[in-house]
């Protein structure tokens, strides 16, 4: 699990082909690798990868072919700038929102500009995701954990501080860019737990019950 706060912005170093999936190696820029271990999971822009190979500089990640076809990494090679973020800790703060690291689609961005000292993204999600967005709650975008702003059908609108464009990819996004998306849990968790509603009410619990003891009327 995650949280949505990029820790460092790393770079692709080699891609490398190895019966039919790829291993990335893959600098950490200003990540701190001291405790990281070997089986650990770090996420590169928003998809969880596992530690294979690594030093105090670099690490190495097999990426298999459904993720390949899944996720931007479809289209990364040497020299592309990912959000990197090691996984949670039973101490760390959980500044975002939880985060599985499992990519849903991608988005693509449609158009940004600036507001005062901030940004404006407007970008345009999967069909098929767009139910799960909405205006205020949680959205995953290359990784990070961002609030939506607006929605309008299958395109959501975010507000992009400096700190967040300084300190991740984000500065680099025009309008085209491809991004990996996860949406938040919850949503996913409450559709699935609707389409399981029995035909009759299982609980006790009525609005004669509730009246009876003050809490309806």
Known sequence: MFTGII???GRIQSVQDIGGDKRFTIAVGKLDMSDVALGDSIA????CLT?????SDTFVADVSGETIGLTGFRNYGSGQALNLEKALTPTS???GH???????GIGVVKKRWQDARSWRFIIEAPQDLARYIAHKGSITVDG????????DGIQFELNIVPHTLAETIMEGYQAGTEVNLE?????????????????EPTSRLTAEK??????HK
């Open 7 to 9: 820790e460092a912005v």
């Open 44 to 47: 590169c822009n928003g998809v």
């Open 51 to 55: 530690v294979v190979d690594m030093n």
């Open 93 to 95: 703060r959980l500044g």
């Open 98 to 104: 939880l985060v599985s690291g499992h990519v849903d």
């Open 144 to 151: 990070i954990s961002l609030t939506v702003n607006r929605v």
């Open 183 to 199: 949406v938040d849990q919850i949503a996913r968790y409450l559709e699935r737990l609707l389409m399981f509603q029995p035909s």
């Open 210 to 215: 509730l009246a009876e003891f003050g809490f």
